[in-house]
């Protein structure tokens, strides 16, 4: 098993640009996630789905979206990039069970720049 | 809201040294999921220990310990005879039930072992 894999692991944009961080997971994990890390504010979470079609805004959501097509994918769209948003994304999944939240497995990050 | 405090921001200790990080949360849920992960140097986050807040038993795992008070709303972790290889950014977070699994982390606290 790969577990969870995001795409690029680097990336630069100029402010205003757009562009899609890839999240997969073939764990079969109902749950997926993003969040952004910033230093001295831990993790936070950007959106979320408990499954394919239904996705839901986390604590910063702001100037970005989320689609959940498949069990498999969770990209994360950025639609004009500000450099507020230069940060180190991840990606997580685990498996929902009666309600109950287990462990996350997360990617290795995709560290972002906005210039 | 559900919040979590890690107040030590950076701790260094001396090789066989033990450290314990602290972790202090809020939440108004009788029901919810406490968590630790390690983030070492190259970045990924590893999943330590999952709590929930029925279980106020503590849990040890070779050199690792973690002590649950739900009086004091404490959920700290040791690590005995620390290891260079212990050097890492720890997290505390924090899931409720109903919500999905939407994880509150602590903003971290990053320990240095030194030989």
């Known amino acids: 098993n790969a577990g969870v894999t995001q795409t690029p692991k680097f990336q630069v944009l100029k402010t205003g640009q757009s562009m899609t961080l890839q999240c997969a997971q073939d764990?079969?994990?109902?749950?997926m996630s993003w969040y952004r890390q910033d230093p001295g504010m831990g993790l936070r979470l950007i959106h979320y789905?408990?499954?394919?079609?239904?996705?839901d805004q986390g604590e910063v959501p702001n100037g970005y979206n989320v689609s959940r097509s498949t069990t498999e994918d969770f990209p994360l769209r950025l639609l004009s990039a500000a450099p507020s948003q230069t940060s180190v994304y991840f990606c997580?999944?685990?498996?929902?069970?009666?309600?109950?939240?287990?462990?996350?497995?997360f990617g290795p990050g995709t560290r972002l720049t906005v210039t | 809201a559900q919040k979590v405090t890690q107040a030590q921001t950076e701790i260094s200790v001396v090789e066989k040294e033990d450290v314990t990080l602290d972790c202090v949360y809020e939440?108004?849920?009788?029901?919810?999921?406490l968590f630790w992960y390690k983030q070492p140097p190259s970045g990924e986050l590893v999943f330590l220990i999952r709590?929930?807040?029925?279980?106020?038993q503590n849990e040890i795992s070779g050199r690792y310990s973690w002590n649950f008070q739900k009086s004091t709303s404490s959920f700290n972790f040791t690590i005995t005879a620390s290891q260079v290889v212990d050097s890492a950014v720890y997290f505390c977070?924090?899931?409720?039930?109903?919500?999905?699994?939407?994880?509150?982390f602590g903003t971290g606290t990053q320990l240095k072992v030194e030989l």
């Open positions: 939440t108004r849920d009788t029901t919810y999921y």
């Open positions: 764990m079969n994990h109902e749950y």
């Open positions: 997580a999944s685990s498996r929902l069970a009666g309600g109950r939240p287990y462990e996350q497995y």
């Open positions: 789905s408990v499954g394919a079609g239904i996705t």
């Open positions: 709590r929930n807040s029925f279980d106020e």
């Open positions: 977070a924090l899931s409720e039930t109903g919500g999905g699994n939407k994880l509150t």
